[in-house]
């Protein structure tokens, strides 16, 4: 029996985690997050973090030699070229991780959150494809407040990714997540149980 691989994502700040933390505790699903694959390709000593450094020098480490994810984002958001030159490192490294962990999990159905999911083209590495939606306006407010940055800074972010209208439309699935949790998961239960019953 083939798996059933539900690639998650959405623009950022649209609640790509609270969708992904319910599918994990409800219905007891394994999650694989592509954040957590890709502060592994920059962890001190990778070949990654060393290419990182070489090329913005030694103000893009901390003193404890970790990335400085504060500097390498006011470069890579301002700078359409070097965001490339980093992603270009990191996404092959992702997109690996993923694989194995997929050829290595017993689940029958595993959820892959990955923010950058059409960015990245990692599309093939899916069976269907959920996009967490939300509106502008509230996108920007909750990334403001979640990551502490200003108006200018927050926008850089949101468009450094393809437009949620765009992921919309080549999405199986469109969560609409602009009104209440409760209905956000409601949502959720409608699309899951209808999948697992295919």
């Not at 539900?6 to 999650?31: E, F, H, R």
């Not at 954040?35 to 290419?51: E, H, K, Q």
């Not at 913005?56 to 006011?74: K, W």
């Not at 919309?168 to 899951?192: G, K, R, W």
């Amino acid at each position: 029996m083939n798996k059933r691989i539900i690639g998650l994502t959405g623009g950022i700040a649209t609640g790509k985690t609270t969708v992904a933390n319910y599918l994990a505790s409800a219905y007891n699903l394994p999650i694989l997050d592509a954040d957590i694959y890709a502060r592994d390709a920059v962890a001190v000593g990778s070949p990654i973090l060393d290419a990182i450094a070489q090329r913005y020098g030694q103000q893009i480490l901390l003193q404890d030699g970790n990335l400085n994810r504060q500097v390498l984002g006011e470069i890579i958001f301002n700078q359409q070229d070097e965001r490339n030159w980093v992603e270009n490192l990191i996404h092959p490294y992702v997109s690996d991780r993923f694989r194995k962990a997929i050829t290595e999990s017993s689940a029958q159905t595993l959820v892959l959150v990955i923010p950058l999911l059409f960015e990245a083209q990692m599309t093939n590495v899916v069976t269907e494809i959920w996009v967490v939606r939300c509106s502008p306006s509230q996108q920007l407010q909750r990334l403001i407040q979640r990551n502490q940055l200003s108006q200018k800074q927050a926008q850089a972010r949101i468009n450094s990714q393809i437009s949620i209208e765009e992921k919309a439309a080549q999405a199986d699935v469109v969560l609409d997540n602009s009104s209440t949790l409760e209905i956000l998961l409601q949502q959720v239960d409608a699309v899951f149980e209808k999948g697992s019953s295919n």
